[in-house]
Structure formats: structure tokens, C-alpha cells
């Protein structure tokens, strides 16, 4: 995996390019994965928002992508070749975060959707196209979003979203795509999917 570029995905859909650490600053042996979500539930105690919160959980995120062996071999099998496969790798009860693997068959679309919350995916194999997407509300439709640009990533890239951020992802090129994902607490009431072409949304 290379070293990659770290991201931020602004709510009005504009993509700009962050500070990324040097890899050599963030070699730890062994790093273990309960450290790692300790260490972001620290980061999310301290921090009382995004622009304080995300460069550090961006952080984190590219530290364990990079010390993790398991992480980066260890991913969720394609059942076929028409659906994406996950894997939830922590689950507790109240536990506010989700942290999985995805793995997408060449080809893959998502719907345009947003998570109602921040979230922070890096790219472990193939590539990954983003859409990204903005709200143009008109008295007709008060849904309505339009394109805002698009972006394709490679493994080592870290890309963060803010809570009301939109986009759409396909994975591009002959392998599958895998990502790591997470995201902070969901809320249900503002994570939606989007119908560009009916302007219409509902809950995602």
C-alpha cells in the first residue's frame, strides 16, 4: 500500500487535501486494534468538533492501515460478483461506532447517500471513484442535489467526511475495491439516499 494523501469531503460536496503524515512517524510494532479504538474513542472525549477531531482520527485510521498485517490481507469474500461484502470488525452494545471492511466487485455503484455522521474510509486494494454531490434545494425540490466534482482514489489514500457530506462510490478497474471504514454514531433521521433524477430522498 502506498503512502497516499489524506482527504476532507466538506457538506457542499468540495474535496480539498490535507496535511498527511509521514509514514516513518507512525510505525508502531505491535499496534494492536483495541488500541485503536481506545485511541479514537480518546480523540472523539477531547475534541469538541470535526475540524478538531477528523486530522486526528485521520491519523489514526493511516496508523493502523499501516501496521496492521491483518488488516491489509484479511478481507471480506465476494459471495458474487453482484454484491458487496462486510464485515463488522468491532460490535458492542452502545458501543456509538461502526467499524467494518468492505470489499465491492469490479463495477459496483452505490447509491448517493450520505451518513448523517462523520466518517473516515481509506483504501486498502483496486480503486475507488467518488462522486461527490451538493444540495440545491429549489421550491420544488427541496431535495435536489447536483454533481460538485469527482475524485478517483488508490490504496493509501485516507478520505474523511463531514457529517452532511454527500457522494456516491464505484469501484473502477478489473479487482475488486476494499475499504476500511468508520464512522461515528449514526443518525437515522439524517442518513439518506438521494434520486438525482426525481430529486427525491429517503432514509438510507
Excluded at 505491535?30 to 474513542?41: A, N, S, W
Excluded at 461484502?85 to 458492542?92: C, G, S
Excluded at 474510509?121 to 434545494?137: A, C, D, I, M, S
Aim: glycine share 6%; charged share 20%.
Amino acid at each position: 500500500m502506498g503512502q497516499g494523501q489524506d482527504w476532507v469531503v466538506a457538506d457542499d460536496g468540495q474535496l480539498q487535501a490535507c496535511t498527511t503524515p509521514r509514514e516513518w512517524n507512525l510505525l508502531e510494532t505491535p499496534y494492536r486494534f483495541h488500541r485503536f479504538l481506545t485511541q479514537v474513542e480518546d480523540v472523539l472525549k477531547e475534541s469538541p468538533n470535526e475540524h478538531d477531531y477528523l486530522p486526528a482520527i485521520r491519523r489514526l485510521v493511516r496508523k493502523l492501515a499501516l501496521n496492521s498485517y491483518w488488516l491489509q490481507t484479511q478481507h471480506p469474500e465476494l459471495s458474487t460478483l453482484n454484491d458487496v461484502a462486510i464485515q463488522t470488525l468491532y460490535d458492542e452494545i452502545g458501543y456509538p461506532l461502526t467499524v467494518q471492511t468492505n470489499t465491492y466487485p469490479p463495477g459496483a455503484v452505490s447509491p448517493v447517500h450520505n451518513h448523517g455522521t462523520w466518517g473516515v474510509v481509506t483504501l486498502l486494494q483496486g480503486q475507488e471513484k467518488n462522486t461527490f454531490w451538493q444540495r440545491t434545494p429549489t421550491p420544488e425540490s427541496k431535495d435536489k442535489v447536483t454533481p460538485a466534482g469527482e475524485k478517483i482514489f488508490c490504496p493509501g489514500d485516507v478520505i474523511s467526511f463531514s457529517p452532511g457530506a454527500i457522494h456516491c462510490v464505484e469501484a473502477v478497474g478489473d479487482t475488486p475495491m476494499v475499504t476500511f471504514n468508520l464512522y461515528g454514531e449514526t443518525h437515522s433521521k439524517a442518513r439518506f439516499e438521494f434520486d438525482p433524477k426525481t430529486h427525491q430522498a429517503k432514509n438510507f
